[in-house]
């Protein structure tokens, strides 16, 4: 058994701090993991809710560890070579949709068949 999948199965006797129902069937991620410090991504079935988890692991149970690098590995590769997502819409963007908006005059279709001046 590789950690993760220890992990997930000793998922179901702890709860959600937010709904406080069971983890049984949560989505865990490792983010990170060094010597025997992992840095674990949990999501509530449940509810839905993401949270960080640091676990700490004593003993024996390191030596399962190179399973989930090579995982931890695999997907730290998968996401160098993803698109990168587009930056938040800053307070300036907003305010500057206001200020247009409150000064057009015209319908929804009129609105978005504008061409873009900001080019």
Known sequence: MSIIEFIRDRARFYN??????SL????IQVLSHEHE???LQVTC???QVTFIVVLA??????DEVESVETATEAAA?????AVREPDPISVDEILDVHLYLKSFQGT??????????SR
Do not use: E, M, N, Y
């Open 16 to 21: 959600c701090p937010v709904c406080g129902r």
């Open 24 to 27: 049984k069937g949560c989505d």
């Open 37 to 39: 410090r992992f840095h």
């Open 45 to 47: 079935a449940q509810c």
């Open 57 to 62: 692991i004593a003993g024996g149970a390191v």
């Open 77 to 81: 590769s998968r996401a160098d070579t």
């Open 108 to 117: 929804l279709k009129d609105l978005l068949h504008q061409p873009d001046h």
